[in-house]
């Protein structure tokens, strides 16, 4: 298991961190967030997670509350200093009681300082899910000549895909904590350097992107891709034109 981040002992809860009318404050953001993912399955009894980085800070929902009811009081914020700290260098500044930072955290932190995101998402989407299933191991999730690809970025510098373009989503194997994924999400980033999610078997899936509104919208095209994949089987359909 990957070592937990330590807290730190001279923390209080620092308000000031996650208060803010502006509903673009990642405090605010998290929550809007997760109760909108909550409406479409993605976040069902407690699963699921999201993290944002800005400037030097990042904003982790909690682990164990149901996200319909998240509220900025229950968000962890961690220093991001610049060199980006490891897992078990992480300090957080904040520290809600009687709650657990996500398990997802050093998920989170591989698309934050492997590919500088500003935004993680992790769902527990059934139609991620089931695709999964479908894939046999070590196989990645491709599929072509669908216009919702376009939603999709292609190589850095290089805008979104097309058309014709083949989305490859890499897959690695769940284990029993979710921490313990660190290791093969980080594999996995540099086998795919153009990848900006992955897929987890019987989980769900990370995706990630420049900020937020670019990680909602990958996530969004992707759950799309998932589910009419599922219905293109069904059809004996190829995901690849």
Known sequence: MAPKAPIDP??????????????????????????????LGWVTGTG????????????IAPSGVQKELLQPTDI?????PSPPPTYDSLTYLRRPKNLKPSACTPLFLAAFTRRNAGACIHTHSQWAVLVTLLLSPSECFEISCIEQIKGLPARAGEGNLGYFDTLRVPMIENTAHEEDLAGAMEEAMDKYP???????????IYVWGEDVHKAK?????LDYLFQLAIEMRKLQIPWVG
């Open 10 to 39: 001279s923390d209080t809860d620092s308000d000031v961190l996650i208060t803010s009318p502006d509903a673009s404050h990642p405090a605010n953001l998290i929550c809007n967030l997760c109760r909108h993912f909550y409406t």
């Open 48 to 59: 699921g997670g999201t993290s944002i980085r800005k400037d030097d800070k990042i904003y």
């Open 76 to 80: 962890f914020v961690a220093s991001y």
């Open 194 to 204: 153009d990848t900006c999610a992955i897929l987890v078997r019987r989980h769900g």
């Open 217 to 221: 919208t990958r996530c969004e095209s």
